[in-house]
């Protein structure tokens, strides 16, 4: 896939409010070696849940 396709991709996402995992994971493995990294399954089911679960708005674990 050429970059800007992917690129374009990316933001259509974060327009629509779907984060990247694989962002979250190198993030993660940066900031927090230490610290477990989510499966890409319970990444999604976290930021859904903090989208639409009805709950205060925290931060997304990216």
Known sequence: MS???RQ???AARLMVG???YDKY???RRRFSPNAPV????AFFA???SERY????????PC
């Open 53 to 60: 679960g009805g709950k205060s708005m925290k931060k997304c």
């Open 38 to 41: 989510m499966s890409r399954e």
């Open 25 to 27: 994971v190198a993030s």
């Open 46 to 48: 976290h930021c859904q």
């Open 18 to 20: 779907v984060k990247d």
């Open 8 to 10: 374009l991709t990316e």
């Open 3 to 5: 970059e800007w396709l």
